[in-house]
């Protein structure tokens, strides 16, 4: 069972930047994929990006698109997410989640086995 934390969060402006970090106690780091979900209060957790074992493969949800880069350093065990031109909407819980359990189109919670404590990202107007 991997042990995540996240790093990052906090409250900014809409418009600004913020990077999320997550660090994984895995042996073998490189040999998962690493997803980012979020979670708005009285939402479902929803997908917001994953990356393949070696980074060369990503995933984007489409509210994110253009705005979020996913990446990872199989040196430090840690995945971020570059946050860019936030909005209101993107108010949330962000996770960290590994253990992918079931590939599907579009990736689910259900999909992933081990998941961060969260960190959370306010973006006001």
């Known amino acids: 069972q991997a042990h995540l934390v996240e790093s990052g969060g906090g409250l900014v402006q809409t418009g600004d930047s913020l990077r999320l970090s997550c660090v994984a106690s895995?042996?073998?780091?490189?040999?998962?994929?690493m997803a980012w979900f979020r979670q708005a209060p009285g939402n479902e957790r929803t997908i917001v990006a994953t990356?393949?074992?070696?980074?060369?493969?990503?995933y984007y949800a489409d509210s994110v698109k253009g705005r979020f880069t996913i990446s990872r350093d199989n040196a430090k065990n840690t995945v971020y997410l570059q946050m860019s031109s936030l909005k209101p909407g993107d108010t949330a819980v962000y996770y960290c989640?590994?253990?992918?359990?079931?590939?599907?189109?579009?990736?689910?919670?259900?999909?992933?086995?081990?998941w961060g404590q969260g960190t959370q990202v306010t973006v006001s107007s």
């Open positions: 989640a590994t253990n992918l359990l079931r590939i599907r189109p579009i990736p689910r919670p259900a999909d992933f086995g081990s």
């Open positions: 990356i393949s074992q070696s980074g060369d493969s990503t």
């Open positions: 895995l042996r073998t780091f490189s040999s998962y994929t």
